[in-house]
């Protein structure tokens, strides 16, 4: 009950008593994200709809450490294993219901390695990933799109389309732990060009012989050697065919 003391022009007082004051009660504290997993590096926010007011957080139960373990909030808070409380007060409001939030620090899986080097290989190509984290899952796409735990699973996976070039993506998924940074790879599958052939027949000569060199894929350059080395692209080109 509150009394209450009033006067008039002509001096006199009167008083009253009127019930209990009522006073709102300040909304409670929203936690962002409400709870869950956070990375080490990670962070929380607190904040209170309605305009400005004083927020006040513990890692430590109030019920048994009363108003020692609370912290003033000043802007995000650094990641923490277990409940976290907090309260908030606004001048001419009642303190805020006290609001909490169960956070657990998590680890990112570890990034997929590919056991096939990115680039051109001829005909075909098995490409399989793996990671170091236990109970992983690898989750690839070969389109390009971000890979997720509803991607596919089978690996390896083999890119044997001739002419064609594949951005592999995969991502590891781990219970306990947030899905790895993706890893990606291009490909490029070629068609291997036709052999040359070589005319005429091998054989014996007299005096000196003259051989054409030609190969069915349009626009192939030939390499050769006389030595019987094995030819590459350092060898002599074939010119005029």
């Not at 000043?74 to 939030?101: F, H, N």
């Not at 992983?136 to 390009?144: C, F, I, K, L, S």
């Not at 052999?195 to 192939?220: N, R």
Request: net charge negative.
């Amino acid at each position: 009950m509150v009394n209450v003391e009033c006067s008039n022009k002509a001096g006199l007082t009167t008083s009253a008593t009127v019930g209990p004051v009522r006073f709102d009660r300040t909304p409670a504290v929203v936690f962002s994200p409400p709870g869950g997993p956070l990375l080490e590096s990670g962070s929380f926010t607190l904040q209170v709809d309605g305009g400005s007011a004083s927020i006040f957080y513990s890692t430590v139960d109030p019920a048994a450490a009363g108003f020692e373990g609370w912290e003033v909030y000043t802007g995000p808070v650094d990641a923490v294993t277990g409940t976290v409380w907090a309260v908030a007060s606004r001048t001419g409001w009642g303190d805020s219901l006290v609001a909490t939030a169960a956070f657990v620090i998590q680890e990112l899986a570890a990034t997929p390695v590919f056991d096939q080097a990115a680039g051109e290989y001829v005909t075909s190509v098995s490409v399989g990933a793996v990671t170091t984290t236990a109970g992983a899952v690898v989750h690839y796409t070969t389109d390009g799109s971000p890979p997720t735990a509803a991607s596919p699973t089978a690996l390896p996976v083999v890119l044997d389309t001739l002419q064609s070039v594949t951005t592999l993506r995969a991502v590891a998924v781990a219970p306990g732990f947030f899905n790895s940074e993706v890893a990606d790879a291009t490909y490029t599958v070629l068609e291997q060009v036709a052999a040359p052939l070589v005319a005429p027949a091998p054989g014996t000569y007299p005096g000196s012989v003259t051989l054409a060199m030609t190969s069915a894929t349009d626009g192939a350059d030939i390499y050769y050697t006389t030595d019987g080395s094995t030819p590459s692209t350092s060898a002599t080109r074939l010119v005029g065919g």
